[in-house]
């Protein structure tokens, strides 16, 4: 099968991203109408499915609670499944989603195989001509540790803005959504969704754009934005990056569960209210929250983390909970979401 681009400027295909409880997989999947992208278990063990008919990938971050959800992308175009190098990925003609896992070793320091990383996503995605990052989760080992004086989140970031600048100069204008969080065993793995067409950057007028960092906080600025608005066929999506306790640049409330979760929202609600106001969605009405992941570093704060989301959100949302440890070391939790945009 080949793909032609199509002459449209509007995508054919749309993308899901669907939370299902672990039993329900094997039905999920033999029932889905839309096609299975890639399938992504949480804390070791989850897909012990034998042979999924697709991309599977598996991250180190342990879910939190009874729970045991598997993430599951589906897309409404038919799809081929493929590896480059250390690449896995899938394929329909709007959307590429891939996977990478690189060991660390003596002489590949943390920036190095995080460079080494983004160059192969970014040559297959120029060799696939889906060049357009839309969204990146990276899960990096022991992020909080210090090697040489610099945290292991400092030389990520080193590695990652070396990769895209030598790659385009002005990379700071269409920088994908990202969640970057620590995992206690493993190796380097990044996963995400790359498209034909481009998304639209948002920033949040109540945070530092993450690339304008100032310099305490690593020799390199963090490349990401706050969140990708991107159109499917079926209208448009937000990609919320990674959203924690930042106003300005600074981290709040330090120590304190309830105000951080408090500032987080804040952060969220600015957001969607800028990327409303910036795009010219009919309506303006991105309300629609589709999932959230909710990464707490400390287990015990699930109980009151979880209660709080409940009030704010009500039930209905499909949410994940994982132990993850933020990239401060003084932050407690951090959420991402996906919203839609219901067009009338
Ligand atoms: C922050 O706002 C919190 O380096 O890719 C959130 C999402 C954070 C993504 C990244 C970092 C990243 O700076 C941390």
């Known amino acids: 099968m080949n793909y032609r681009h199509t002459a449209l400027n509007r995508p054919t295909a749309t993308v899901h991203c669907n939370y299902v409880p672990l039993q329900r997989l094997s039905g999920y999947l033999a029932e889905s109408a839309e096609r299975i992208l890639a399938v992504i278990g949480f804390g070791g063990k989850a897909l012990d499915i034998p042979s999924l008919p697709c991309l599977r990938a598996e991250v180190a971050t342990p879910p939190l609670g009874d729970a045991r959800l598997v993430e599951v ?3 409404s175009a038919p799809i081929l499944h493929r590896e480059h190098g ?5 394929v329909n003609g709007d959307v590429l989603f891939g996977s990478i896992r690189l060991p660390e070793s003596e002489e590949t320091t943390m920036d190095l195989i995080t ?7 970014f040559d297959l995605l120029r060799k696939e001509a889906y060049p357009h990052l839309i969204r990146v989760w990276n899960y990096v080992p022991d992020i909080n540790n210090n090697t040489n004086g610099l945290e292991r989140y400092q030389l990520f970031c080193l590695g990652r803005h070396r990769a895209f600048s030598e790659r385009n100069q002005f990379f700071e204008h269409n920088l994908p959504a990202a969640s970057t969080i620590g995992v206690r065993q493993g190796d380097l793995h990044i996963y995400f969704l790359a498209a034909r067409q481009t998304g639209r950057q ?36 937000l990609y919320i990056s990674g959203t924690a306790s930042i106003v300005g640049h600074e981290s709040c409330h330090e120590g304190n569960l309830d105000r951080q979760l408090q500032e987080t929202l804040y952060n969220i609600d600015s957001l969607l209210g800028h990327a409303g106001r910036a795009s010219e969605i009919r309506g303006n009405c991105l309300k629609n929250i589709s999932s959230m992941k909710v990464y ?13 989301l409940e009030r704010h959100f009500g039930h209905g949302t499909p949410t994940m909970f994982l132990q993850g440890d933020i990239c401060r070391s003084d932050l407690l939790l951090e959420i991402e979401a996906i919203y839609h945009a219901h067009q009338d």
């Open 73 to 75: 992308w589906t897309s």
């Open 86 to 90: 250390d690449i896995h990925y899938a």
């Open 115 to 121: 460079c080494a990383a983004y160059r192969h996503i």
């Open 202 to 237: 948002i920033e949040n007028p109540r945070q530092v754009s993450a690339f304008h960092y100032p310099r305490r906080y690593g020799p390199r600025s963090p490349s990401f934005s706050r969140a990708m608005l991107k159109e499917w066929n079926d209208g448009h999506h």
């Open 296 to 308: 707490i570093r400390h287990p015990h704060h699930l109980g009151p983390v979880k209660a709080s």
